[in-house]
């Protein structure tokens, strides 16, 4: 029987296994996402790279849709935001690359606050209707306008000048490394955000969005810097993608890219830091070989994500996340 002074150190005990198993679990995914390159293929660099693009894309989703409870289908427009930033600071303005990324993400972040100032205003099914809404407008402008090439997309996007360091981005390897440090960037962001009185903030507009203006918060501020947020971080993944690919066109900006970010999100837990990049593994992965079965393999995804939702509550991210708490 545990007396009551020896209680503290009881818990001390435990809450220093736990941040040791959470220490050594997460040095054991850094060394293996570090040496990753050196044990797969040239395609299989290639699906990780996908993976880890698409994590980024959905960790904005996730910071909108799960830690502030605002549901949006235009999310993809910050992702063609992102790519036909850089696409037009290089090929159409003659900038350097060090000059078209941030002036994309600063431009990202403005077109942000304007989109959200106007889409905050509404909740539930309309805020969900107003995103897609503008989503589709800019769809519409970048396959109309001349100077987007319209739907051919815009070609020739580079990729990072590595050359000081003898290193060439256009190495699968190289990289790969490169999105592997923007993702690990974006993920320690998100999870400084939401571990902070701003995070807990638009935990408690998800929960009860009332009561959070009763005390006093202005509400519609934390929605608008949500979505700020969540809009750059989805820009950086459609910089990245457009790195990744060297091309640009709209159907980056569609709404079943947003879709697809959703289920992500859904697949690896909302509300879960790493949920976005386990959904995003499991999309990628999952599709990828279903692709290799069947033409139809949308369908058999279909039926996949309802299993998902059905026996993982919480998604895969959640599930885990019960299972070690239940664990402890």
Known sequence: MIMDTELPEVVDRDM???RLVRISGMLLTAAGLLAFPRMASTYGM???VEVLIAGVFASGINLLVGYTGMVSLGQAMFLGFGGYGIA??????????????????????????????ICTRTR????????????????????????????????GIPR?????????????????????????????LV?????????????????????????????????IGSFVVAGMICASAGILQSQYTYFINPDSMSWQMSGEGILMAIIGGLNVVVGPFIGAAVFVLVKSMLSQVTEEYNLFFGVFF??????FRGGIGGALRTLWERRR
């Open 160 to 188: 990072p000048d590595l050359s000081l360091l003898g290193l060439s981005a256009d190495d699968p390897a190289v990289f790969y490394y490169y999105v592997l440090g923007i993702a690990a960037i974006v993920l320690i």
């Open 306 to 311: 309802m299993l998902v939702v059905a026996f």
């Open 124 to 155: 539930g099914v309309e805020f969900l209707l107003i995103t897609l809404a503008f989503s589709q407008m800019f769809y519409g402008a970048a396959v109309k306008l001349r100077w987007t090439n319209g739907s051919d997309g815009m070609t």
């Open 46 to 48: 290639t699906l990780a």
């Open 88 to 117: 037009m600071g290089t090929a159409l303005l003659g900038w350097p690359l060090w000059v078209s990324v941030p002036v994309t993400l600063v431009v990202s972040g403005l077109m942000a606050v304007l989109i959200g100032a």
């Open 191 to 223: 999870w400084r955000i939401v571990n902070s009185p701003f995070g807990s903030v638009l935990i408690g507009i998800r929960e009860n969005e009332s009561r959070v203006t009763a005390m006093g918060y202005s509400v519609p501020s934390y929605k």
């Open 16 to 18: 220093n296994k736990t």
